[in-house]
């Protein structure tokens, strides 16, 4: 679907410059970065609003350079900013216009979008007149209307409230599934993406970092910025001192942890232990992980529906822990508690040093 | 560049200057005859009954640009104008001379007149030659206001000057650069004296406040001519046209006219004239 | 003082006693000034919205060039045009000079800097995400243009009635392109400062308040046009 490679694109200071990128039909792919990392930029390009400066970019087998190929490649995609930007015009004039800028008919196809995200019954009303949901609503509706190849979403709803934005995201999903259109989206939020993609890619400072499946990138992290932004909350520097098989002992200041890992002895690396992969007991029994170790509770924190549990056990270690067991457990701050973790649930990246 | 694509891919643009150049159906240049005269001739009246009367047998439409003298030369000099009707006596001359235009006819005149304040503070009453009425301003000191816009008026002006051995330009000397009727109101407004033509003057007077000082001198004659705009010059000139508004100024239907002009309005005659017509 | 009374008697007189001679005067006053503004328009907005929305070198200058345009001198205009419409000029042989058509070029020279600079002012004023937003869309450069254009229209309009406005009081360029020629080119403007300088005070009042009643009754038109589109809010 698209095909981009050796892009560069400059904005002022900023340089984006992405090798490769592969997004293939149908397939719903995330970019996740941190504010100022060239997201929006790499999605304009995409979106053929900016044009780069080097590099090739083919969407659906067409060079998206050639500026005859612009108008065509134009309307078989559609694009959501996170505003919604609509005319001062009815509802139903705004989801039409897709269809009258290419001189097709309007009606059926308009009507069929009101009521897939569900505002038919505001198709009268002045659009600057809604909600921001609503206008949200609109928008969708307006960039599906001309069932698209291609959608690109670039931070979709970021400015709606949670319960919101729970709600039209079930309705798009819903859309996108019955369309079978490629999506690529870009956010800030890594927890959003995780659950919607099926690719991911971590654009940091206009370098895409890595790209692959969401679970290997949560779990096996390429480096440490990554690690970071996919929600390792625990990045210990250290070095691999041995290695039976694929099970490395790494020193991490005074301690050992246990990891299976292809790194070689000697190695120096980051160890990445994400913290929904710790547990918490009172009792010594790690049940068979082969990192358990004696810790002090140093703060209890509200986390999404969750709580963090800072630990200090030599090193600092995050861990994720339901209500019940914070409350079964008792844990307040300078508490003792016994975290463990698999060797397997533990990740390796190689340090250049 | 970026602009030239633009203007290429501009539907509107082009449909805009498609609109511009496309509109009028334009009159046939050869039922055009372009007249250049001067403000006396159109701020009397006179030249539009004399246009409804050439222009009655339907043969041709007279575009009479009434600018300044100098301008309407200037006219004549870039073959703007088929014919000119001037009251400049020398530049005339010079004209035909040059090569501009031909049949320099003089066939009309009216006077000047010297006015100032009721005061009269350079006593110049009764004085009868224009050049010692002007010695007798310029040695009072009097204010005097001149059109100094290049018109028959002006021209006329600067040679009484001229002749009065007086080289006007001190401060008691005000250019007005403005026709005659705006310059009257500034000679009103600073009671100073001025010259101005009697028609304008017998058309302003309830207005102005001013009263004629000196008059009847020959050096206050104004004569006006008209000249053929050479086309052997200017290939493009309506030699047939401009040639049929001369014969009809000089004809004895146009002399009555502009022999009863005037009298109704402002109880005297205002031009005279003084071609033998056959 | 009394001037000014005579003259308001005078402009009523001249209006319901029908004078054709006026009538004509006030038409092609009108006429001239709303084809100029027509196509000043038709080609100074889609200008000057394409100016905002486009990048491309200098267009910094381009911009400051077009508002220096808005304050041309109308009589400068004016010479220019005759310059190039005179029978030795280089459009001579379009025989435009002291036509009416030779006005309306003049005047669309005087009101396309204003059409376009304020085209310009009123498109920069769009949120660019949002015309990139129309372009994503499916919309062509000009498609995107004319979205963003109906949503600025009151502004727009707001255009249209300050070049009108100049246009129809404007007197230099028409006088010198026109040569105020009776019953052919002679418009309200022109009329007035003849009588003014024949001294026909009243006239020229007179005049001047048809003038103004025309300009009113034109400006009223558009601006209910322009207020009928504003949203209830």
């Known amino acids: 679907m698209i095909k981009l490679s050796n892009l560069r694109l400059s904005a002022g200071s900023f340089n984006l410059a992405v090798d490769s990128l592969n997004i293939r039909e149908g397939e719903v792919f995330a970019i996740i970065g941190p504010n100022g990392a060239g997201k929006t930029t790499l999605l304009n390009a995409m979106a053929l609003l900016r044009e780069p400066s080097a590099g090739s970019l083919e969407i659906m087998g067409k060079d998206a350079l050639a500026p005859a190929n612009k108008m065509f490649l134009r309307r078989a995609m559609s694009v959501v900013f996170s505003q919604p930007y609509l005319t001062n015009d009815t509802v139903y004039d705004n989801v039409a216009l897709p269809l009258k800028l290419r001189g097709q008919k309007d009606g059926a196809a308009v009507e069929e979008m009101l009521e897939l995200f569900q505002i038919s019954h505001l198709s009268d009303r002045n659009a600057r007149t809604l909600s921001q949901g609503e206008s949200h609503r609109a928008a969708l509706a307006r960039a599906f209307v001309t069932k698209p190849k291609l959608v690109l979403l670039d931070e979709p709803f970021a400015s709606l409230d949670e319960r919101v934005k729970a709600s039209i995201a079930r309705d798009l999903r819903r859309v996108l599934k019955a369309s079978n259109a490629a999506v690529v989206f870009v956010t800030q939020d890594q927890s959003g993406a995780l659950t919607l993609c099926d690719t991911l890619a971590v654009l940091v400072n206009g370098k895409i970092l890595q790209q692959g499946e969401p679970q290997d990138i949560v779990n096996r992290p390429v480096s440490a910025e990554v690690a970071d932004f996919v929600g390792v909350e625990t990045i210990l520097s250290g070095k691999v001192v041995s290695r039976q098989d694929n099970l490395c002992a790494v020193a991490a200041g005074v301690k050992t942890l246990m990891v299976v890992s292809d790194c070689g002895g000697g190695d120096s690396v980051f160890v990445c232990v994400r913290p929904e992969n710790v547990s918490v007991s009172l009792g010594a029994d790690a049940g068979g992980r082969r990192n358990n170790f004696k810790s002090r509770v140093v703060s209890v924190a509200p986390w999404g529906l969750e709580y963090k549990v800072e630990l200090d056990c030599g090193f600092t270690l995050q861990a994720a822990v339901t209500k019940q067991l914070v409350n079964g457990l008792g844990l307040k701050p300078g508490g003792e508690v016994y975290a463990s973790f698999k060797a397997t649930a533990a990740h390796l990246i190689k340090r250049i040093t | ?278 | 003082m009394s001037f000014i009374i005579q003259g308001f008697q005078k402009a009523l007189h001249l209006i319901f006693s029908g004078n054709a001679e006026i009538f004509g005067i006030a038409r092609l006053s009108l006429t001239v000034s709303l084809l100029a503004t027509a196509a000043a328009v038709l080609a100074g907005v889609p200008l000057g919205s394409w100016i905002a929305v486009k990048r491309f070198p200098l267009k910094k200058l381009l911009i400051a060039l077009v508002n220096t345009g808005m304050g041309l001198p109308p009589v400068v205009a004016g010479l220019v045009v005759m310059l190039f419409l005179a029978r030795s000029g280089p459009l001579g042989f379009l025989n435009w000079l002291y036509t009416p058509t030779g006005m309306i070029i003049a005047q669309f020279i005087i009101a396309m800097p204003i059409i376009t600079a304020l085209s310009i002012s009123a498109m920069q004023g769009v949120d660019p995400r949002f015309y990139q937003q129309v372009l994503t869309l499916g919309a062509s450069d000009w498609q995107a243009i004319k979205v963003c254009l109906k949503e600025i229209r009151l502004t727009v309009l707001a255009a249209v009635i300050a070049g009108f406005g100049r246009l129809v009081a404007e007197v230099g360029a028409v006088m010198i392109v026109g040569g105020n020629i009776r019953h052919q080119t002679r418009m309200l403007t022109t009329a007035t400062v003849m009588e003014t300088n024949m001294g026909n005070f009243d006239m020229a009042i007179a005049l001047g308040l048809i003038l103004l009643t025309l300009s009113f009754a034109v400006n009223l038109a558009l601006t209910l046009i322009q207020q009928k589109k504003v949203l209830p809010r």
Not at chain 2, 125 to 140: L, P, V
Not at chain 2, 184 to 189: G, M
Request: charged share 25%; net charge positive; hydrophobic share 45%.
């Open chain 2, 1 to 278: 560049m970026c602009l030239m694509k633009s203007l290429k891919l501009s539907p509107p643009l082009a449909l805009a200057a498609l609109f511009i150049f496309g509109c009028q159906g334009k009159p046939a240049p050869q039922h055009i005859v372009r007249l250049a005269t001067t403000t006396s001739v159109q701020d009397t009246g006179l030249l539009d009954i004399l246009t409804d009367a050439f222009q009655k047998d339907g043969k041709y439409t007279l575009q009479a640009i009434a600018v300044g003298s100098g301008q309407a030369m200037q006219l004549g000099k870039t073959g703007e104008a088929d014919i000119l009707w001037v009251h400049s006596p020398d530049d005339e001359a010079q004209f035909v001379a040059e090569g501009y235009g031909t049949d320099r006819t003089t066939f009309l005149y009216n006077d000047f007149v010297i006015l100032g304040p009721a005061a009269d503070p350079a006593k110049v009453k009764g004085t009868r030659k224009a050049a010692d009425a002007f010695n007798k301003i310029a040695a009072a000191g009097a204010l005097f206001v001149s059109r100094a816009d290049n018109s028959g008026t002006h021209k006329k002006e600067l040679k009484i000057w001229d002749a009065a051995k007086v080289k006007p330009g001190k401060e008691f000397y005000i250019e007005a650069g403005q026709g005659m009727a705006g310059t009257l109101s500034i000679a009103k407004e600073k009671s100073a004296y001025i010259l101005a033509d009697r028609s304008t003057y017998l058309s302003m007077k309830k207005n102005i406040g001013l009263e004629i000082v000196s008059e009847g001198d020959a050096a206050l004659i104004n004569r006006y001519s008209l000249i053929l705009v050479s086309p052997a010059r200017f290939p493009k000139v309506n030699a047939a046209g401009a040639k049929a508004f001369f014969d009809f100024v000089l004809s004895k239907p146009a002399k009555e006219m502009i022999e009863k002009y005037g009298v109704a309005k402002y109880g005297r005659q205002l031009f005279f004239f003084d071609y033998a017509v056959k």
